[in-house]
């Protein structure tokens, strides 16, 4: 079930979400890199993410799913914000460049089909970025921030629905390592936690970030079968 955009929104207002915001924001930002004359969507409630792209991107748009209720974004600019079906994306076929997905997989209830219509409107070449509660976590069992809410995934598990759809991971990464208390100490020494973190136990990050390409021929599954050779041709009398 999808949070309330309400709660989101006020999450990434208090010091944890600030943080949090800044962490993933960077870690998506060094992953993805510069995308001057892309067109970038995302999914869920991506707006904390996808704003350092405004001023490269030739389009960019934040779609909402409406189950969680849209917010108007950017202030004081015009609207990129959009109401959507999750499975329904009003897009044409192969048009979009980037692709992020964040507080949506985990708690959608339409999971391969909203897997099949993100392949359906990312481009041959596009890249797709998911976000999601890493099953290993401490922030997938508390749920006092979005990442406790809905069906964590592993590494595995996100691997073959991914597969399922049409989709092949070419990299997974985990980031906030830091406890997800909102308490003084634990914020002011976040970037220590998240470096720390990242070396000792990388497994253990609070998200999971896979991305993943469009596979456009779906995969053969198990050994091939030989074919036959035809010992005798009979010609057609």
Known sequence: MHLDVAALRDFYATPLGQIARRLLARRIRAQWGPAPGETIVSLGFGTPFIGAYRAE????GAFMPSAQGALVWPAGAPILTTLVEEDQLPLRDSSIDRLIVVHCLEVTELVRPLLRELWR???PEGRLLIVVPNRRGLWAHVDTTPFGYGSPYSRSQLEDQL???L???VGFSTALH????DRG???RSATAWERVGARVSPGLGGVLIAEARKEMVAPIKGKPARAKGLRVLVPIR
């Open 121 to 123: 409107v990312l481009k």
């Open 167 to 169: 989709f092949t991971p």
């Open 57 to 60: 991107a030739r389009r960019l």
């Open 178 to 181: 830091l406890p997800p208390f």
């Open 185 to 187: 100490m634990i914020v």
């Open 163 to 165: 597969h399922q759809c």
